[in-house]
């Protein structure tokens, strides 16, 4: 299948291809695929398995396209990267749309692209219930593969680029990522198991502070400080969302570091008698009982 062709920079331009992870996303991928016409001379797309037609809209749409089974997040960007012809990259998601402006800076800055250690980051705006959020992230989207790789984590995978090394670009990439309620929901438990499961891979102890001062904090650096107090009923759902995300992934990592006290506790309860449970239910309360009682015969 032939890539999707562009119209190319002056003679000299350094080619780029235009990388795409999906997985049964077929109402969305085409504005991703189209909106890279401008500037890319191909566009990858890495399936993980669609039920849906992503893949055969895909191929109509004259991208390369490849399935491979759903990895992780990193694994599976790094799948694409590899199969990618061109040296200069350009990460984007099926629920992304690049606008003109930036498609333009990016078309303009081709035949500039002779420093492989240069990267390029851009400025991406989401939405949340019919309403584009002001305040946006700034990301590396566009590399060179010989010079950085994909950094290896469970889940916000970027390309391993240090700020000193990037140089910002024009325009802004649309991320359309709100569905439902329920679809941010689930993505939300997806992504706080990763986030926790990170966390605890890379040893990071549990702190009880995290769980108490994290999630009111982040409603308010999110409600107030970046202003979303002015989207009405979307910013405060937001808000509240972040303080969701930040509660779980703390009680997810506390989970997983007790994981072990965990096993042996529910070991013990499948091997007892209904009994043996209550006895034991008891003399935790005598006990508790006795210690609060000891503590108040201190104070006297």
């Known amino acids: 299948m032939d890539s999707v062709t562009s119209v190319l920079g002056s003679p000299g331009s350094y080619p780029i291809s235009a990388v795409i992870i999906a997985q049964d996303d077929e109402t969305r991928i085409s504005k991703a ?121 469970l889940v916000h995978e970027m390309p391993d680029v240090s700020e000193k090394d990037t140089v910002r670009l024009q325009g802004t990439l649309w991320h359309q990522g709100f569905r439902s309620i329920n679809d941010h929901v689930a993505r939300f438990n997806k992504y706080t198991d990763l986030e926790a499961q990170s966390a605890h891979d890379s040893g990071k102890p549990f702190r009880i502070s995290h769980l108490l001062l994290r999630p009111p904090a982040r409603f308010l650096q999110k409600y107030f400080m970046h202003g979303l107090f002015k989207k009405g009923m979307a910013g405060f759902a937001v808000s509240v969302f972040w303080v969701m995300y930040e509660f779980m992934v703390a009680f997810k990592h506390y989970e997983l570091k007790s994981a072990k006290k965990l096993a042996k506790h529910n070991e013990l309860a499948n091997n007892q008698t209904l009994a043996e449970v209550q006895a034991q239910i008891q003399a935790e309360n005598q006990a508790e009982k006795d210690k609060k009682g000891e503590r108040s015969y201190a104070v006297q």
């Open 33 to 153: 695929i189209l909106s890279c016409r401008l500037f890319a001379d191909e566009v990858v797309v890495i399936d993980g398995g669609s039920k849906d037609g992503t893949v055969g809209l895909a191929e109509s749409l004259n991208c390369r396209v490849f399935v491979n089974p759903w990895p992780g997040y990193a694994k599976q960007r790094e799948f694409g990267v590899e199969r990618a012809v061109h040296d200069w990259v350009f990460l984007i998601d099926t629920d992304e749309v690049v606008s003109d402006e930036l498609a333009a800076d990016i078309l303009e800055r081709k035949p500039g692209l002779s420093d492989p250690g240069v990267a390029y980051s851009l400025y991406r705006i989401g939405d949340f219930l019919g309403r584009w959020l002001d305040r946006g992230e700034r990301l590396v989207r566009l590399y060179n593969r010989t010079q950085y790789g994909i950094r290896n984590s």
